[in-house]
Structures are given as structure tokens and as C-alpha cells.
């Protein structure tokens, strides 16, 4: 249902200046697929994509600095793409977001609050500088992410991906058969 609505309406979010809830996080367990999805969703409906990871940080202030290089480039992409009148979205996938998007247990975790701070900032430029760019997220533990992260208007929808059926692998196996026979 997202892939639709954000096929049919999202070319109308720059155009008509509409508060779409288009960012979303995938979640589900390791191995499930989440990224496997995402990349052909990228290949199919973006313009151009950037794959992000925000892992831990070996010096303060580095993963902050990694977030703003992210979204400028995209920025960059999506305003090019508005001149040319380009409707596909640019889009930014952030691989892990729990690595840094965590609840903020204490006063005295600064480097995880000026994390989930800079997402958050990241959000809200997107939507007041009505940028055609939509975020995508992984993770395996939507539990711990801070809740203003997992909010309408910023990664508000939320997918889940379970490993396959027994009944889904077996038509699976029956479809690439069936591809193999025709070969």
C-alpha cells in the first residue's frame, strides 16, 4: 500500500506543497529481506539513491558531520531534479538506524541526543525546504528508537518483513523452476 500511494502521489508533493507521510522504516529480523526490498524499491522508484550507514562514532561530532554530507548530496540531487522537472524522489536509505536513532536513556548521552538530533533536523529541513527526497530505514529492534523518530512526518509508516513462509518458499521454488523450464 505505501509503494502505491508513494508511486501516485508523490510527484504532488513538491507541486502542490502536500504533507505526505512518505518516509518509512523497515523492520523485521536479520536476513529477512529489509534491504533486499529496498534496493530494487531504489532501483524502480528513485531517481538516484544513497545508501547511509551511521554506526557508532569514533570521534564526536564525525557521525553528525557524515549525516549533513548525506543529506547536502541528496539536497543537491533533488534540487537539479526539480529544475529538469524530475518527479522520481531522490532517496536516502539509512542502514541500521538504531545504530544511532536510540531513545536518549540519560542527560548526560549527548552523543546519542546530537545524533538523533541531526535526523531529526534532517527531517524537518526535508519537508520546510520541500524537498522531493523520501528516507528509508532499516532495523531489527524498532523498540529502542527514539520516538520522536517514529513519528507522522518523519519514519511514522512502518513496514515489517518476516522471514518467508513454508507456503511462500514453496511457490517461490515453483516460480524459478517454472523460469529455469523456459530458460
Not at 145 to 169: F, K, M, S, W
Request: aromatic share 8%; charged share 25%.
Amino acid at each position: 500500500m505505501w509503494l502505491n500511494s508513494f508511486k501516485l502521489l508523490s510527484q504532488y508533493q513538491t507541486k502542490f506543497k502536500l504533507e505526505l507521510d512518505n518516509h518509512v522504516l523497515f523492520c523485521g529480523p536479520p536476513g529477512s529481506g529489509k534491504s533486499f526490498i529496498i534496493d530494487k524499491f531504489c532501483e524502480n522508484e528513485a531517481s538516484y539513491f544513497v545508501k547511509a550507514n551511521f554506526e557508532s562514532q569514533i570521534y564526536v561530532g564525525s557521525n553528525i558531520e557524515k549525516q549533513q554530507k548525506v543529506y547536502q548530496g541528496a539536497k543537491k540531487l533533488a534540487t537539479f531534479n526539480a529544475q529538469r522537472g524530475e518527479t522520481k524522489p531522490v532517496v536516502i536509505v539509512i542502514e541500521e538506524i538504531d545504530a544511532v536513532g536510540v531513545k536518549v536513556l540519560s542527560d548526560h548521552d549527548t552523543s546519542s541526543k546530537s545524533g538523533v538530533d541531526a535526523l531529526l533536523k534532517m527531517f524537518d529541513n526535508i519537508h520546510e525546504e520541500n524537498l522531493n527526497i523520501i528516507v528509508v530505514a532499516t532495523t531489527n529492534n524498532p523498540e529502542v528508537l527514539n520516538d520522536a523518530l517514529v513519528r507522522p512526518g518523519r519514519l511514522g509508516r512502518r513496514i515489517q518483513v518476516n522471514y518467508p513462509t513454508d507456503e511462500e518458499l514453496k511457490k517461490l521454488a515453483d516460480y524459478l523452476q517454472k523460469v529455469m523450464e523456459k530458460g
